[in-house]
């Protein structure tokens, strides 16, 4: 068998396949069969590179020159060459060296301009736009007539947005769900191995704190705690959300400054913007208190239930009902599943990308903390001002509708979390799959079989079920429908591009046995 020439863990030059650039990457591993290396690039990009793509970086080092290129021509001075120029031009040694190495600046500058350039605009538009965005939304919903027609909304003043006491509201509800993820309740695993090794330690107890928070509520109720506080300061507590995420995000970078490099995330780039955005610590910790892993599933996905049952006592008030609609306790009912769903399965959350992958910056902290209990209670809070009767048999359908996307959801991501937790589990023993070059094994029967993406599928099904309840009358309460749909396409080819760059012939043998990607019969 070939002897290998570079070792896992050291750190080479790998050549960007269709181009003649080098860049610094890390070997991750070797396939002793196919004879290839598994490289990471700064930018968090995996690839296989054959063993004569990859240089050491003293190959690079010791060059005088510009240029990278390995030609021995170049390499002999101008003498050797001399004898069939002019003596009054320069060596033509010199003037195509110097000519490589300008053409391959140029080519290297403007992709780098192009690479980064592109993200940074998007960046800007994204942490700028989407709270603008967020609040019309919220706006729009409160009007009479919540028509496109009617767009933009009447501005309220933005000091009118403000309130002290909101914001000291929404620091002790997050100081709360602090306190309950700190009990010693639950049992505690281990996530999935970091760059050097090391296994972080997670303790599960989402499901127990669901409990406390409902009880304190449940309490709180009884006593007579005036919860429809919550529904007239709606868009305070947002901007004080929106607030808490953006001080939370500037400590995250400011801390990660300090972080080891194998701390970091694999998505960060060493641009500052970019970094602040994505985030740069992968898993930012106080002492054993996880910040990132608490974020995902505490303050923002149970405040979710909470502001839900806000939004059907407000039902209650404002139009003078005895009992909830059947259009609410179709949605509370829905959403609620969802979310007792994800802290029951609190374990799967550990092999997702946000854990694994992506750093705790602006993104996932407004996704967690703004955007998961404002955007997805949003159908609730459509419900208040613009009733909708459903009929039993259109509820009926409704149902039947959610709990198919459900067992889709809830059978996929089981299957996959299993899989990826014990590939040899005698209980998957049924599952066919197909090799690829990584030493992984690609799923191509069971959900997986079906479409490539079934938890897509489901997730879908799932938040066209959330939205049916509120009506037709208006588009409004389908806009969770149809951002989650351009969320999950975008999501899609974006899986497709790294898989196929990840597994090569694999991924294409996979297309061919799964050819439907999130929709049966749609390619």
Known sequence: MPSRK??????????????????????????????????????????????????????????????????????????????????????????????ASHQ???KEARREVEVKLTPLVLVFLIMFGLPVFLFLLLLMCKQK????????????????????????????????????????????VEGTPLIDGRRLKYRLNGFYAFILTSA?????????????????????????????????????????????????????????????????ELNPRIGTFDLKYFCELRPGLIGWVVINLVMLLAEMKIQDRAIPSLAMILVNSFQLLYVVDALWNEEALLTTMDIIHDGFGFMLAFGDL?????????????????????????????????????????????????FRKNPSDPKLAHLKTIHTSTGKHLLVSGWWGFVR?????GDLIMALAWSLPCGFNHILPYFYVIYFTMLLVHREARDEYHCKKKYGVAWEKYCQRVPYRIFPYIY
């Open 145 to 188: 007539d919540p028509s496109l027609l009617n767009f933009p909304p009447p501005l309220p003043a933005l000091y009118e947005l403000w309130e002290t006491r909101v914001f000291g509201v929404y620091l002790l509800w997050f100081l709360i769900q602090v306190l309950f993820y700190l009990l010693p309740i639950g049992k505690v």
């Open 104 to 106: 391959a600046n140029i």
């Open 6 to 99: 570079f070792a896992d863990g050291e750190v080479v030059r790998g050549r960007w396949p269709g181009s003649s650039l080098y860049y610094e990457v890390e070997i991750l591993s070797h396939d002793s069969t196919s004879q290839l290396y598994t490289v990471k690039y700064k930018d968090g990009t995996e690839l296989e590179l054959k063993e004569n793509d990859i240089k050491p970086l003293t190959s690079f080092r010791q060059r005088k020159g510009g240029s990278t290129s390995s030609s021995p021509s170049r390499r002999r001075g101008s003498r050797s060459r001399s004898r069939s120029r002019s003596p009054g031009r320069p060596p033509k040694s010199a003037r195509r060296s110097a000519s």
């Open 216 to 280: 304190v509520i449940g309490t709180s109720l009884f006593q007579g705690v005036e919860f429809h506080y919550v529904y007239s300061h709606f868009l305070q507590f947002a901007l004080g959300a929106t607030v808490f995420c953006v001080v939370l995000s500037v400590y995250l970078y400011m801390r990660s400054l300090k972080a080891p490099r194998n701390d970091l995330s694999p998505a960060s780039s060493g641009n500052a913007v970019y970094d602040f955005f994505i985030g740069r």
């Open 453 to 457: 993406h079934p938890n897509y599928l």
């Open 370 to 418: 703004v955007w998961v209990p404002f955007i997805y209670s949003f159908q609730a809070f459509y419900l208040v001002s613009h009733p909708n009767e459903v009929s039993w048999p259109m509820a009926s359908l409704i149902i039947v509708l959610k709990l198919c996307g459900y067992v889709i959801f809830r059978g996929a991501n089981s299957q996959k979390n299993a």
